[in-house]
């Protein structure tokens, strides 16, 4: 059983997820503020990742609609390379494309304010990431 930590990785916020290949179900955990350093971000993130025990992270790249890479992608990319080096640990790369559109669908039913949906969108954004790479993987 492999256990993994998806990453919605953002300038302002990092939205975190849990979960396994043997259950195959991922669940939000949390948000992590972002400063906009992916060195400094990796190591938040890393730091987290420890209190769950993870084995691998599974990171989001938002690519265009198109299908190609823009900044966002490319500095997604860099935050990935500096938590694989940095931690060790493999890092797989999931197209993310509507992910936060489908968190936003996930979130409407509970009737949040905009402060607390805000709040959450990100955790369930990584989740989303996760479960697609999850059963995309089976």
Excluded: C, W
């Excluded at 992270?57 to 265009?64: A, E, H, R, S, T």
């Amino acid at each position: 059983m492999t256990s993994y930590l998806g990453i919605d990785y953002g300038t302002r916020r990092i939205g975190l997820s849990v979960g396994d290949d043997d259950i195959g179900v991922a669940y939000p955990l949390s948000i992590v503020a972002a400063t906009g350093n992916v060195s400094r971000d990796a190591m938040a993130v890393i730091g987290s990742a420890t209190e769950y025990g993870v084995d691998a992270y599974v990171l989001g790249l938002p690519l265009n609609m198109d299908g190609s890479e823009g900044k966002q992608a490319k500095l997604t990319r860099r935050f990935g390379k500096q938590l694989a080096t940095k931690s060790g640990k493999d890092v797989h790369y999931t197209d993310e494309r509507l992910s936060s559109a489908t968190a936003d669908e996930l979130l409407a039913p509970a009737e949040l304010t905009h402060k607390k949906h805000k709040a959450r969108r990100d955790a369930v954004a990584a989740q989303v990431i996760l479960q697609t790479y999850l059963d995309r993987t089976k």
